[in-house]
């Protein structure tokens, strides 16, 4: 296929039209909706895994549409009857095939690259940390769109209907659903007994990814493989069909479609921890002393390491030999519904906790250095996953414990007037007790918060574990 042929099918095919009802829809949904690709650290815009992530959970839509776009395409020469005329040319018929199939991958190929490229100029404003582990994600994605339409064509040059076109587009969109919802899913229940569901094997032949939870979570290796051999068994019976003259033809062009998703079934991983797995290079600590953040957020750094190395300051007079000696970003990603893991010796944080969050969003110092003192005496025990508030009193009376101040926190879920209606006769009897008293309900207190097996407000007031 030489230049100028590929000039004409870009100027008078759909071709162009394709890219345009990939590009056009998909900045629409990320920019007109208020949803989870514009919060904390996994926005579309603030990394370069959850950016590629994200416009590929967009296929879930796109690529039905780019099925349906290319059966129209396929439909070309029957609706100008041009058929029999065209076979009887000595032009071989993969050459003939090669200028639309071409065309059409060109143009949504290019459509699905400027969508990328659009996160990527807003990522490299928010990110110091540069990378390209996030690439073969974006580049399988373009290539389920390329091979979705040569299916589509090949299918509406064999099934020549004007019902074919949304019949499979529709198809699709019913296989994508079935593979990310039902079929792709497995019931699951969780150490503490919560029920779940988890991705298996069957889900990663859909185009479209899992939500994104974490900005260091991202596909393994052999996922791309295994979607990679899937693809090119799907681009293959695509163009097959575009060329096949006859029914025997036709079906034997199946072949490659069912082969491919043999062979990616045998490579694609069926534990999920091999699916989506941490990017070990991301999750690296960068250090300012004994605090510690991961690689992807190096530039906030500098924000966080004075409240920590106060907080450290503030808990080792407050605890003695007991307090943490290092304040760090949590790296460790938990399966949905895992009880978190805390340290005695290290302050585990994470940016998108609500009361962290809160007190960075304020760019107060003071703020964020409460924030690690409560994370330091009364983590919360949300299963991983999961939407929930902390102990917000229980926070707050060991926040004052240590700071001598009664405060309320931000992003605990409490109003102000809530945490303090609570806290303040709790702390005002707990400041009448003898200091050893007070220190023996502070470490049970820790004791219940850090190892998710009590109720740290009740051990607060003198009373047990659950």
Wanted: net charge neutral; charged share 15%.
């Amino acid at each position: 296929m030489n230049l100028r042929v590929l000039r004409i099918e870009l100027r008078r095919s759909v071709a162009p039209w394709a890219g345009v009802v990939v590009l056009v829809p998909a900045l629409a949904f990320l920019y007109l909706l208020d949803a989870a690709w514009w919060r904390d650290t996994t926005a579309w815009t603030a990394q370069w895994t959850p950016m590629a992530m994200w416009t590929r959970s967009l296929l879930f839509y796109l690529w039905p549409l780019a099925v349906g776009l290319g059966a129209l395409q396929g439909l070309r020469d029957h609706r100008s009857n041009m058929g029999e005329l065209l076979t009887s040319t000595p032009r071989p018929a993969r050459q003939r095939a090669a200028a639309p199939a071409g065309a059409t991958a060109l143009t949504l190929a290019t459509a699905f690259g400027l969508l990328v490229l659009v996160g990527g100029v807003q990522v490299l404003g928010n990110t110091a940390y540069t990378h390209l582990g996030w690439l073969p994600i974006s580049l399988v994605g373009a290539f389920f769109l390329v091979a979705g339409a040569l299916l589509g064509m090949g299918a509406g040059r064999a099934l020549p209907s004007a019902l074919t076109p949304p019949a499979l587009a529709m198809t699709a969109f019913v296989f994508t659903a079935l593979m990310h919802m039902s079929l792709g899913r497995t019931e699951t229940v969780s150490a503490d007994g919560f029920p779940g569901t988890e991705p298996n094997r069957l889900s990663l032949l859909s185009p479209t990814v899992e939500e994104v939870r974490d900005a260091l979570l991202t596909l393994s290796p052999s996922v791309h493989l295994g979607q990679t051999v899937w693809l090119l068994g799907m681009a293959a019976t695509g163009f097959a069909l575009l060329v096949a003259a006859t029914p025997r033809t036709r079906l034997a062009a199946l072949a490659p479609l069912l082969a491919g998703a043999v062979a990616a079934l045998l490579v694609l991983p069926s534990d999920p921890r091999r699916m989506y797995v941490v990017d070990e290079a991301a999750a690296q600590p960068v250090c300012d002393g004994p605090v510690c953040v991961t690689r992807t957020q190096e530039a906030r750094l500098a924000d966080v390491a004075g409240p920590g190395k106060e907080a450290l300051r503030l808990l080792r007079a407050a605890l003695g030999g007991q307090a943490p000696v290092s304040v760090r970003e949590d790296a460790a990603v938990l399966p949905q519904g895992a009880t978190p893991r805390w340290s005695r010796e290290t302050v585990l944080f994470d940016f998108d906790e609500d009361v962290v969050a809160a007190a960075a969003a304020q760019g107060d110092d003071g703020e964020l250095t409460r924030a690690l003192v409560a994370q330091a005496l009364a983590p919360a025990c949300t299963p991983a996953g999961w939407s929930g508030t902390t102990d917000a009193p229980a926070q707050v009376v060991a926040v004052a414990w240590v700071t001598g101040v009664l405060a309320p926190l931000d992003g605990t879920g409490y109003s102000a007037a809530e945490q303090l209606d609570e806290a303040r006769p709790v702390w005002k009897e707990f400041k009448a007790l003898p200091r050893d008293e007070q220190r023996s309900r502070i470490d049970a207190m820790r004791g219940a918060a850090l190892s998710c097996e009590g109720e740290p407000f009740a051990a607060l007031k003198g009373g047990g574990s659950r």
